[in-house]
């Protein structure tokens, strides 16, 4: 939404591609408190999304809703997309922003596409109270696993904390307090292989040290493993780190000239954040409208 108003502001003609119906991607995900945004204090990242599409619509962007970007051809300076019906269509570009953003990683694991399916991905703060006096695994040793264990057991639910090392990678401000806590139990050296239930999650089959098997029962599962970057469209066109996060210089430019990357499909985790996809897609349009004024093309 940034790279588009940007281009806005700076007279390119633009068009913002986005999936679903809201614009927004991945701020409604935000469940937590938004205080570190520089004049923004919301409950939550679907106040932020709001406020920024209010922005983009008061602007006057040019926004296409609904449509799935099926393939990226940077040589031929085009790509395809799909609507909601099936209609395809081909949109030819001079420059392109990539702000895919990320998803969570997957387990890969039989049962786990069926629970996605049943709409059974849950987020530990918003759904903590659904599962007091319940049992849940979650599978990770981040500080996602590890506060999103805290957050459930706090409200009741017995958590099962499995991690495939032996040590949590987390803050000591998530350590200390799960290690502590009468309710999390952990299960190092593990890793989860089966998903199984009918019409809801019931359990889970965990390979233990010793290469033994555990059939866990569970009410409900939480999969915090990390994350991976949205970049399969660009993926072989441009230059990208072994796991995915595409190469950019510091405008953004990646190693195809006129195709920029911006947000947490080229950031990492560590240093994601809004204020740092924003101030990447303001850089990213600039350098676009830089370029365009140097080939002398109308905007």
Same mark, same amino acid.
């Given at each position: 939404m940034t790279a588009a108003l940007w281009c806005k502001r700076l007279g390119l003609s633009h068009l913002l591609l986005?999936?679903?119906e809201e614009l927004g991607g991945q701020l409604s995900a935000i469940q937590n408190e938004?205080?570190?945004?520089?004049?923004?204090?919301?409950? @939550?990242g679907a106040e932020v999304q709001a406020l920024f599409a209010a922005h983009v619509e008061a602007m006057g962007c040019m926004v296409q809703r609904g449509v799935q970007v099926q393939k990226v051809d940077i040589a031929g300076r085009s790509l395809s997309v799909r609507d909601a019906a099936g209609g395809e269509e081909q949109i030819s570009f001079r420059g392109l922003i990539a702000a895919t953003g990320a998803g969570d990683r997957r387990l890969g694991v039989p049962g786990e596409l069926e629970m996605i399916e049943r709409g059974e991905v849950y987020s530990a703060t918003r759904d903590r109270g659904r599962f007091?006096?319940?049992?849940?695994a979650i599978v990770g040793g981040g500080d996602r696993a590890?506060?999103?264990?805290?957050?459930?057991?706090?409200?009741?639910?017995?958590?099962? /904390?499995?991690?495939? @090392?032996?040590?949590?990678?987390?803050?000591?401000?998530? /350590?200390?307090?799960?290690?502590?806590?009468?309710?999390?139990e952990r299960l190092t050296n593990a890793s989860v292989e089966r998903i199984f239930g009918a019409g809801a999650v019931q359990g889970v089959d965990v390979r233990m040290a010793g290469d033994t098997v555990r059939r866990l029962a569970v009410d409900g599962l939480f999969v915090r493993?990390?994350?991976?970057?949205?970049s399969h469209l660009l993926r072989g066109q441009v230059e990208t780190e072994m796991d995915g996060y595409i190469?950019?210089?510091?405008?953004?430019?990646? @190693?195809?000239?006129?195709?920029?990357?911006?947000?947490?499909?080229?950031?990492?985790? /560590?240093?994601?954040?809004?204020?740092?996809?924003?101030?990447?897609?303001?850089?990213?349009?600039?350098?676009?409208?830089? /370029?365009?004024?140097?080939?002398?093309?109308?905007?």
């Amino acid at each position: 939404m940034t790279a588009a108003l940007w281009c806005k502001r700076l007279g390119l003609s633009h068009l913002l591609l986005e999936a679903r119906e809201e614009l927004g991607g991945q701020l409604s995900a935000i469940q937590n408190e938004v205080f570190d945004y520089p004049g923004v204090q919301a409950k @939550s990242g679907a106040e932020v999304q709001a406020l920024f599409a209010a922005h983009v619509e008061a602007m006057g962007c040019m926004v296409q809703r609904g449509v799935q970007v099926q393939k990226v051809d940077i040589a031929g300076r085009s790509l395809s997309v799909r609507d909601a019906a099936g209609g395809e269509e081909q949109i030819s570009f001079r420059g392109l922003i990539a702000a895919t953003g990320a998803g969570d990683r997957r387990l890969g694991v039989p049962g786990e596409l069926e629970m996605i399916e049943r709409g059974e991905v849950y987020s530990a703060t918003r759904d903590r109270g659904r599962f007091a006096g319940k049992k849940v695994a979650i599978v990770g040793g981040g500080d996602r696993a590890l506060e999103g264990a805290l957050l459930l057991a706090e409200q009741g639910a017995d958590v099962l /904390l499995i991690h495939r @090392s032996e040590h949590f990678r987390a803050r000591e401000e998530f /350590l200390h307090p799960v290690l502590a806590h009468p309710k999390i139990e952990r299960l190092t050296n593990a890793s989860v292989e089966r998903i199984f239930g009918a019409g809801a999650v019931q359990g889970v089959d965990v390979r233990m040290a010793g290469d033994t098997v555990r059939r866990l029962a569970v009410d409900g599962l939480f999969v915090r493993i990390g994350v991976e970057p949205n970049s399969h469209l660009l993926r072989g066109q441009v230059e990208t780190e072994m796991d995915g996060y595409i190469r950019t210089d510091a405008t953004g430019q990646t @190693s195809a000239a006129g195709i920029f990357a911006v947000g947490d499909v080229c950031t990492r985790p /560590l240093y994601s954040s809004i204020a740092s996809a924003v101030g990447q897609a303001m850089i990213a349009a600039k350098q676009v409208s830089l /370029l365009v004024m140097q080939k002398g093309e109308q905007r």
